[in-house]
């Protein structure tokens, strides 16, 4: 049997923000992207679950709630931080 586990912060930042950095003109390129998500995560503890198929769904939702004020925290913080030097090419 494979262990299984996963970081219930991963699916939170990567649930909102596209989300924050459409609502604050941020550019949503997968690599501005991708820097919002890694910082993000950097910046929350993680909050690792053993997960059984099935019994993840129902505990997800309150972990959210728990949770997300500290995401959107540092969601907002990535946002600032790759708006003000976005690492994509060109422009
Ligand atoms: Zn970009």
Same mark, same amino acid.
């Given at each position: 049997?494979?262990?299984?586990?996963?970081?219930?912060?991963?699916?939170? &930042?990567? +649930?909102?923000?596209?989300?924050?950095?459409?609502?604050?003109?941020?550019?949503?390129?997968?690599?501005?992207?991708?820097? &919002?998500?890694?910082?993000?995560?950097?910046?929350?503890?993680?909050?690792?679950?053993?997960?059984?198929?099935?019994?993840?769904?129902?505990?997800?939702?309150?972990?959210?709630? +728990?949770?997300?004020?500290?995401? &959107?925290?540092?969601?907002?913080?990535?946002? +600032?931080? &790759?708006?003000?030097?976005?690492?994509?090419?060109?422009?």
């Amino acid at each position: 049997m494979a262990l299984e586990y996963r970081n219930l912060m991963e699916d939170i &930042v990567v +649930q909102n923000a596209i989300t924050m950095m459409q609502a604050r003109e941020c550019c949503t390129c997968d690599a501005c992207t991708s820097d &919002v998500v890694a910082y993000a995560l950097n910046h929350v503890p993680p909050r690792y679950v053993a997960t059984r198929k099935g019994q993840m769904l129902a505990k997800i939702s309150g972990y959210e709630l +728990q949770y997300k004020a500290d995401v &959107v925290a540092a969601i907002c913080d990535a946002i +600032q931080v &790759v708006k003000e030097s976005p690492r994509h090419e060109g422009r």
